[in-house]
Structure formats: structure tokens, C-alpha cells
């Protein structure tokens, strides 16, 4: 069974940074793409971001120029989301979400996209 498990979530002030990771367990896909979407009270899921096996990412555009996803193939995947400049708007939480495509799709931003989803992780920007 596909786990996905999210670490690295935390507290900062505007303009802080922190380093989220997702690690894959379970897996038997050759290939697929891992993406971070975003939630906060009230509003729905929105994709943060998204990578491919081969390092092509994919970034919505409030987050370009901020957050910087990268992905370890090895044994134990690891997808780390860099978020820099972080805004009080940023808080929520972080979740990961995989599905095996050999790339990622135009669709990206679409939840319905995933089969798989780790627990999330929270980030909380004070102003």
C-alpha cells in the first residue's frame, strides 16, 4: 500500500522559510507525478506545485519565484518543497499527492488528478 508522510510544517514570521518533505513508502510505480497542494479554513484544495520523475516542475503563480519543489528518486522518494518569502496568505495545510503518469499532466492543479494523498503538514505565517 502507497504511503505519503509530510514533515517540516511549522511557525514563522513574514518572509520566514521552512523546508517541507514528503516521503513515499509502499510504491511499485516506475513513474509518476508528485505534486503539494494547499488548504486553509474554509477555502477549498489549490495546487502549490508539482514535479515529475525527471525534475520538470510545474508552479502556480503565487508561488513562482518563492518556493522551489525538487524530488529524490532513490529507494525512498523524497519530495522537498523550499517555500521562501512566506506570507501570512501561505498558511494552511501543506498536503502531498501522487499519481503514476509517466509525466505531469496539464490538469496538475486538479485534486481529482491523485490516487494517493500523505496527512499534511501545517504552516502558520504571522504577520
Known amino acids: 500500500q502507497v504511503g505519503l508522510t509530510e514533515s517540516g510544517g511549522g511557525s514563522v514570521e513574514n518572509g520566514g522559510s521552512l523546508r517541507l518533505s514528503c516521503r513515499t513508502s509502499?510504491?511499485?510505480?516506475?513513474?509518476?507525478?508528485m505534486a503539494w497542494f494547499r488548504q486553509s479554513p474554509g477555502n477549498e484544495r489549490e495546487g502549490v506545485a508539482s514535479?515529475?520523475?525527471?525534475?520538470?516542475?510545474?508552479y502556480d503563480d503565487f508561488v513562482k519565484g518563492r518556493f522551489t519543489l525538487s524530488r529524490n528518486n532513490g529507494v525512498v522518494t523524497v519530495s522537498t518543497l523550499q517555500t521562501r518569502g512566506l506570507k501570512p496568505e501561505d498558511t494552511g495545510m501543506y498536503y502531498c499527492?501522487?499519481?503514476?503518469?509517466?509525466?505531469?499532466?496539464?490538469?496538475?492543479?486538479?485534486?481529482?488528478?491523485?490516487?494517493?494523498w500523505g496527512q499534511g503538514t501545517p504552516v502558520t505565517v504571522s504577520s
Open positions: 509502499g510504491y511499485r510505480y516506475r513513474r509518476y507525478c
Open positions: 499527492a501522487m499519481v503514476p503518469l509517466t509525466s505531469c499532466s496539464a490538469s496538475w492543479r486538479d485534486t481529482r488528478e491523485y490516487n494517493f
Open positions: 514535479i515529475d520523475n525527471d525534475g520538470n516542475a510545474n
